[in-house]
């Protein structure tokens, strides 16, 4: 996918959260073909995919702190999704009340969180599936 290719590319958080959604969403397609090896496959490199995402996006975090509100935000809101998307609770809500600090616009926020329950969806389906 492009999100694959940008990822790998530029191993930026944009590409790579997007990329990590579109494999879960992937592995419920073939979870509901009955294809449970690629279901599981895609399911753990999404994980791995998110768990890159916090290691390019964690040095950045503190070393942002200059930048306008709009671009430390993204910063913190792809910590925050991608702890959600890990399943890494305690994390996810640190991520958020830092992201939240920070006085976002509330366009922001509302992307964020629906992006945040809509990757809860995927995952919930998909472990009904597997």
Not at 71 to 76: D, I
Not at 95 to 113: D, K, N, Y
Request: glycine residues 6%; charged residues 30%; aromatic residues 10%.
């Amino acid at each position: 996918t492009a999100y694959s290719r940008g990822f790998h590319l530029k191993q930026d958080f944009y590409n790579g959260l997007n990329y990590a959604f579109q494999l879960e969403r992937r592995a419920v397609k073939f979870a509901k073909a009955g294809e449970r090896e690629e279901a599981i496959a895609d399911r753990v490199l999404a994980r791995r995919v998110r768990e890159e995402v916090l290691n390019y996006v964690a040095p950045e975090v503190d070393a942002q702190a200059e930048l306008p509100v709009g671009t430390r935000y993204w910063l913190l809101a792809s910590m925050w999704e991608a702890c959600a998307g890990l399943g890494r609770g305690d994390e996810a809500a640190h991520w958020e009340r830092r992201a939240r600090e920070i006085g976002p616009t509330q366009w922001m926020l509302e992307s964020t969180e629906v992006q945040i329950a809509n990757i809860a969806k995927v995952k919930a389906e998909l472990a009904q599936l597997l």
